[in-house]
């Protein structure tokens, strides 16, 4: 079975600092998926950032990057010149390759970002 | 640009009734799915759906729970008897393909249904 670990269930930051939000999984497949959502107090569930475990490059999406460390099964988020809205919950996740894609969610970091 | 929708956005329904959550997935994707979010929990897998039938099905979903696909844009989840730990947020996601190997759909979430049971 895959698991997820957030270890960090709350972070705060001063707005325009970077953050680095942990994450580490466990799971014996070899293709698999990460992703990064995003849950703002109105709880929508919103991606933020994608990544193919076969793929070596990092993926980015604007001021939002994911450190892939595939060996160690860790994949942490950065979040660069962090703004007011970006303050939510985020939630790692897991999807394996093939049959059932079901995603596999991590328990979640708490990111208030501070004016 | 297309979502998916779910309604109500609040239900609030008394321990042993019968609820229907809604949602319309996206018009041309084929896979649906339901996870649910205990109030400070994580979100957790309750089902998939492909072709008019259950692809796979956690733990949590057990004979109190189904789902139907009952006019082609409708994609329901019904819980027969409710019970005091039912209450939670109720997510639907949909996906265009549901692809093997290398492939990769996303899934695109909808806002949600927050379950009450009293």
């Known amino acids: 079975a895959q698991t997820v670990t957030q270890s960090q269930p709350e972070m705060s930051v001063q707005e325009a600092e970077t953050v680095t939000l942990s994450c580490t999984y466990d799971t014996s497949e070899n293709n698999y998926y990460l992703f990064w959502y995003k849950q703002p107090p109105s709880r929508q569930m919103i991606l933020v950032i994608r990544q193919e475990a076969y793929k070596q490059q990092n993926a980015t999406e604007n001021r939002f990057s994911v450190n892939f460390q595939k060996a160690a099964k860790s994949f942490s988020l950065k979040i660069s010149d962090s703004q007011l809205g970006d303050t939510a919950m985020y939630f790692c996740a897991f999807m394996i390759g093939q049959g059932a894609q079901k995603l596999v969610f991590g328990q979640g970091t708490r990111l208030t970002i501070n004016p | 640009e297309p979502e998916v929708t779910q309604t109500p956005s609040h239900q609030v329904t008394q321990m042993g009734q019968e609820v229907i959550l809604r949602c319309v997935p996206i018009s041309n994707h084929l896979y649906f799915y339901w996870y649910r979010q205990i109030l400070g929990q994580k979100v957790e897998f309750l089902v998939s759906f492909y072709n008019n039938e259950i692809s796979e099905k956690s733990e949590i979903f057990d004979d109190q729970f189904s789902v139907e696909r009952p006019d082609g844009s409708n994609f329901t989840l019904k819980i027969r008897s409710t019970k005091l730990e039912d209450s939670a947020m109720y997510f639907c996601?949909?996906?265009?393909?549901?692809?093997?190997?290398?492939?990769?759909?996303?899934?695109?979430f909808g806002p949600g249904t927050r379950l009450t049971v009293l």
């Open positions: 996601a949909s996906s265009e393909g549901y692809g093997g190997g290398s492939s990769y759909n996303e899934q695109f």
